[in-house]
């Protein structure tokens, strides 16, 4: 057997000598300790050392490092026994460990040595490591940006969510468009994790309220499920703080194997409620189209919140003070519970139970105690998003839950009647039960926003949305719960790992690397814009990115892409309102354009390739019409002879945070088109910005918010507003919208069937009519494409000039300091959280 270097990898090498040595920082050392590994602490038959032994052993000789560091924060925690923040997430979406650990590690140069008397480079080793994809797009990734936040500010902090055996779905293009197959961090095990054997607490599940002679309630009965830790290292970037991302996983424990059962052969009902647990994570979001399927993530989604909230009460629990044991009134300056959406919104009643139920306190100090520990980021306006979930449901599944929650809703609604009389009509939309006949349903974010102390937006805008729209009523009753904590993205990842060129430079231009956790220094880039030194190292750094970028996209589609080309990148999950279809649509344009130029005016365009990548839900059709549409416009305009030489379109496929990584730094133009006041935010458009790529995009999320700080003439803006879109639908219900002529050709022309005998009727139509489910173009495309074609116009010109386009490269960076998950996080914990940071001295 040979590795990629062509050596020999069967047989460890023998001239390194095996040796434990968790402490190791140098070359020699570190290479021992890997070989120490990869001999005493096997997963694979002995004797083997290919690239995949190669990287448990590495990851198992770093997370010596981690397990060290990691004792060391704790114990000074418990020491100094701040007020810590618990981070309750249904997603995480990590990415992979390794290169990260080495780099917050700093440790980067040693590794690579060490490896290199391995026979491997550290690269070859990395791409070895598989995505832990426990999340589906911006929301999860956003976590783990706050988690790497949070250890590298040294803050007292954890993340909660649960391990999935198959994280999100691994995409698949085939000729029928995406196909979904499960996919598999966990196969093999993850290198990562601990599982701590002594951290498990039960969680149950149906049963049902037995009330005691003094009035008290019990939930009994039911299915009882075990919850056990499993611990992710969370390492600060060059601090000894690291931090915890605890993972429940769902287990049945021995006893509850029925043996008689067994033995008569029942083998499934005997290990009923084994089955029953395993199910809970096994994925990432089960459909949940079915009332199963809807029972399932209920499920998932209490046992995160029951799980935590058991840990955390015993976190505080176990502390007594110098009088005994602490006082519940306590707790919310112990403690700080940020609800990430309304997933966890369990952790509410849930709360409240365990403090009234088992700790015997009463409602009102319960309610008091409850109200000032959580807080709630809501990351979404799109109503279907916002979670509903029927009451019958509940009922079964949670029955005390479901008295508590009767309970919080009669009294708000108590209160509202007192004080507020004004907003008596306003009762039947701010009540959490939606006791609708035909449907009677409990609203997570009404629960939410009535039991935190504090409501976040996630973008300036979106937070004003908020305020003036979705929880209006509410902010009259409570105008100072809502706040903006406009979201961040982590540095070192998407900037000093995945683009080490890049890095370099700025740091030689700013003579000092101190901007990886001080990203506001980035302005200091700006008095350089126009030097000409700088513009053209700037250059070299993009072109080597987008030369691997280029062999990347060779490897995976086949198609080869000139690295001299505009490289324009739209990557995101695939939805209607991010409207991946007018940028498909815009390309489709383009290729009529050029078809029908001679060959010398051809020669005057500005070649183009267009990426386009994300997943779209497996459920969602309309999203996967849009993949199809954009792999046959693919096929169409690359096999082209007299075009695609000037236009290229790839659909980069299985878009997870490896390929981000991989795509992000070779980008030059990044599309974040959505329709005005849908996109809560977006976080990809902070890491684009800051990679030095130029933007076209709508006055949307965060957007408008990089265009205020990069300066409006290095961003290529298009479309209608947030406050126009309303009238421009009423406008197009009415009959009133006149389509751009281009906008009728593009369609016309997929139509015509060029891109493939497909039925893109469906698609097609919901660009049509002015009114109707899936029709009345909701997304505004038609409004939008005329200015989003001028804006693109601009873009060729814009590029044309080299040193113009440079400029405008470089400021994007400049002024991307305010973007950094650094920035966000020290806000949520000085205005929402209220703790302070802990180093580990
Ligand atoms: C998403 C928004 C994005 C935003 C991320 C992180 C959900 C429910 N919301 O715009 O669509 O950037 O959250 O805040 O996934």
Not at 400 to 418: A, L, S
Not at 495 to 501: D, H, N, T, V
Not at 544 to 555: C, H, M, P, S
Request: charged letters at 25%; hydrophobic letters at 40%; proline letters at 4%.
């Amino acid at each position: 057997m040979a590795n990629a270097n062509g050596k020999a990898s069967a047989g460890l090498p023998d001239k390194i000598l095996a040796k434990a040595n968790p402490e190791a920082n140098e070359a020699t050392e570190i290479a021992g300790n890997i070989m120490y590994h990869s001999k005493y602490s096997p997963h694979f038959s002995p004797f083997k050392f290919g690239p995949e032994q190669a990287l448990y052993a590495t990851a198992e000789s770093l997370r010596d490092r981690l397990i060290q560091l990691w004792n060391e924060t704790y114990l000074h925690f418990d020491k100094v026994d701040p007020k810590q923040t618990y981070y309750l997430s249904m997603e995480y979406l990590q990415g992979r460990a390794l290169t990260n650990a080495i780099g917050n590690l700093d440790l980067q140069g040693p590794y690579a040595d060490a490896l290199r008397k391995l026979g491997y480079e550290l690269e070859e080793i990395a791409e070895q490591e598989k995505d832990a994809a426990l999340g589906n797009g911006g929301l999860g990734r956003l976590a783990s940006c706050f988690l790497d936040s949070m250890a590298t500010l040294n803050l007292p902090a954890w993340g909660y969510g649960l391990r999935y055996r198959h994280g999100l779905f691994k995409q698949l293009i085939t000729k029928k468009g995406q196909e979904e197959v499960a996919e598999d961090w966990l196969e093999k095990f993850s290198p990562w994790e601990i599982v701590r054997h002594d951290v498990v607490f039960p969680v149950r599940f149906f049963g049902n309220v037995e009330i005691n002679p003094d009035g008290s309630r019990k939930w009994v009965g039911g299915d009882v499920v075990q919850a056990l830790a499993y611990d992710v290292p969370i390492p600060g970037y060059k601090t000894k703080n690291t931090i915890s991302l605890r993972l429940w996983e769902a287990k049945a424990r021995a006893e509850d194997l029925d043996l008689f059962q067994f033995n008569e052969g029942e083998y499934e009902l005997a290990a009923q409620l084994h089955s029953r647990a395993q199910q809970i994570c096994t994925v990432l979001y089960p459909g949940d189209a079915t009332e199963n399927g809807k029972l399932l993530r209920l499920k998932q989604q209490f046992f995160l919140c029951s799980a935590s909230l058991q840990d955390i009460i015993s976190r505080f629990k176990e502390r007594s003070t110098g009088e005994g044991s602490r006082k519940w009134s306590d707790f919310p300056s112990k403690v700080a519970v940020q609800m990430n959406d309304t997933h966890p919104t369990l952790a509410i009643p849930e709360l409240m139970r365990l403090l009234m139920d088992d700790n015997g306190l009463g409602w009102d100090e319960a309610w008091d105690v409850t109200s000032r520990t959580v807080a709630y980021t809501n990351h979404t306006v799109l109503p279907e998003a916002l979670e509903k979930w029927s009451q019958s449901l509940m009922w079964k599944l949670l029955p005390r839950h479901m008295e508590i929650i009767e309970e919080i809703d009669k009294r708000f609604v108590q209160t509202i009647c007192n004080t507020r009389v004004d907003l008596e009509d306003k009762i039947s939309s701010l009540s959490i039960l939606d006791n609708n006949p035909q449907k009677p349903v409990v609203r997570m974010a009404n629960l939410c926003v009535v039991s935190s102390h504090t409501v976040n937006g996630v973008a300036q805008l979106h937070s004003d949305i908020l305020k003036a729209e979705l929880f209006a009523d509410y902010v009259s009753i409570w105008p100072n719960k809502f706040q903006n904590k406009t979201n961040g993205i982590t540095p070192r990842r998407w900037l000093r790992f995945c683009s080490p060129e890049l890095s370099d430079i700025i740091t030689k231009w700013l003579k000092t690397d101190k901007w990886i956790t001080n990203l506001d220094l980035l302005t200091g880039l700006r008095q350089f814009a126009d030097n000409e030194e700088l513009q053209s190292e700037w250059a070299s750094a993009k072109a080597a990115n987008k030369q691997r970028l280029a062999q990347y996209i060779e490897r995976v589609t086949g198609v080869s892409i000139d690295p001299n080309s505009l490289f324009d990148i739209q990557v995101k999950r695939i939805h209607e309102y991010k409207r991946q279809l007018m940028n498909i649509l815009g390309v489709i344009y383009r290729f009529k354009k050029l078809k029908e130029m001679k060959p010398e005016e051809r020669k005057k365009t500005v070649p183009r390739t267009v990426m386009i990548g994300g997943k779209a839900f497996a459920t969602y059709t309309n999203a996967k019409r849009i993949v199809k549409l954009v792999n046959d416009v693919g096929d169409i305009v690359n096999s082209d002879p007299e075009v695609n030489e000037f236009l290229k379109v790839v659909f980069v496929p299985n878009y997870n945070v490896t390929v981000a990584e991989m795509l992000i730094p070779g980008s030059e133009l990044s599309q974040h088109i959505s329709t005005a006041g849908m996109e809560a935010s977006g976080t990809s458009n902070m890491k684009f910005a800051l990679n030095g790529c130029l933007m076209i995009g709508t006055l949307d999320g965060a957007n408008v918010e990089i265009r205020e700080e990069i300066g409006e003439e290095n961003f290529f803006l298009f479309g209608a507003t947030a406050d126009q879109v309303p009238r421009l639908r009423k406008e197009r219900e009415e009959g009133l919208f006149k389509p751009d002529p281009r906008f009728e050709e593009a369609k016309q022309f997929i139509k015509s069937g060029v891109f493939g005998s497909y039925d893109y009727g469906p698609l097609l139509d919901s660009l049509e009519g002015n009114t109707g489910y899936g029709r009345g173009d909701y997304f505004l495309v038609g409004y939008d494409f005329p200015s989003y074609m001028d804006a693109q116009a601009k873009v060729d010109e814009a590029y044309k000039d080299r040193k113009r386009w440079l400029k405008m490269s470089i400021l994007s960076t400049a002024g991307s300091g305010k973007f950094s998950s650094d920035r966000t996080i020290a806000q949520y914990a000085k205005e929402i959280w209220n703790i302070e940071a802990c180093p580990v001295p």
